[in-house]
């Protein structure tokens, strides 16, 4: 069956450091979304992405970067990871055809010491 | 930017009442969605709702979209311990923007 899957689904890591979130989908969409979740914020987000070699910022894009190299792979990087960036990520996917729903990973738990 | 706000924030209801959630937009729904959430796992699509008027039912689940209020409902009937879970509700903007913008969500607790 198609799906989307995170790796890993729990990292804990130090300030500074440079780390790289997973995300994979065999859907073939178009679309990929990356989302943190924190407490009283919602979901907010970060990055996206409408095809292959096409990326965008979303509200929350400071100290995170993505690109998108092929179909099935959006990976997320905090180039130097900082507290403040201890969160719940998560990557969603959609067909991109037209209004449509967003399909979410299983998310993946990060945090920063 | 467009802003969902959902109430209540969080509800606890015993098993077997109804209950009613909503969510409120501060610009025109193009379309509306609502996902359910289980504590440290990923949000599950439940409905979307494009048209005004529009209103869905998933077993005891039923969604509303009142275009005119810029709001949607989502009730559930005779609640059980299994519809307990975060309820986000999130909302195209309309043109050719692909993304969704989220409420913060109403957090469930249903006892039995």
């Known amino acids: 069956d198609a799906e989307i899957t995170q790796s890993p689904r729990h990292k804990i890591t130090e300030t500074g450091r440079q780390v790289t979130l997973a995300c994979h989908q065999t859907?073939?969409?178009?679309?990929m979304f990356w989302y943190r979740q924190d407490l009283g914020h919602g979901l907010r987000l970060i990055h996206y992405?409408?095809?292959?070699?096409?990326?965008n910022k979303g509200e929350v894009s400071d100290g995170y970067s993505v690109s998108r190299s092929n179909t099935e792979d959006l990976p997320l990087t905090l180039e130097s990871a900082a507290s403040s960036q201890t969160s719940v990520y998560f990557c969603?996917?959609?067909?991109?055809?037209?209004?449509?729903?967003?399909?979410f990973g299983p998310g993946t738990r990060l945090t920063v010491l | 930017s467009q802003e969902l706000e959902q109430s209540p924030q969080s509800l606890i209801v015993q098993e077997g009442k109804n209950l009613t959630i909503n969510c409120t937009s501060s610009?025109?729904?193009?379309?509306l969605y609502w996902y359910k959430q289980k504590y440290g796992e990923g949000l599950i699509f439940l409905m979307m709702?494009?048209?005004?008027?529009e209103e869905k039912s998933h077993e005891k689940i039923t969604a509303k979209l009142d275009e005119k209020k810029q709001q949607s409902s989502l009730h559930i009937t005779a609640s059980q311990p299994s519809h307990a879970g975060i309820y986000l509700c999130?909302?195209?903007?309309?043109?050719?923007?692909?993304?969704?913008?989220f409420g913060k969500g109403t957090l469930l607790t249903v006892n039995p």
């Open positions: 969603a996917s959609s067909p991109g055809l037209s209004i449509d729903t967003q399909y």
């Open positions: 859907w073939n969409h178009n679309n």
């Open positions: 992405s409408y095809g292959v070699q096409d990326t």
């Open positions: 610009k025109t729904l193009y379309g």
């Open positions: 709702l494009q048209k005004g008027g």
């Open positions: 999130g909302a195209y903007s309309g043109g050719s923007n692909y993304k969704l913008t």
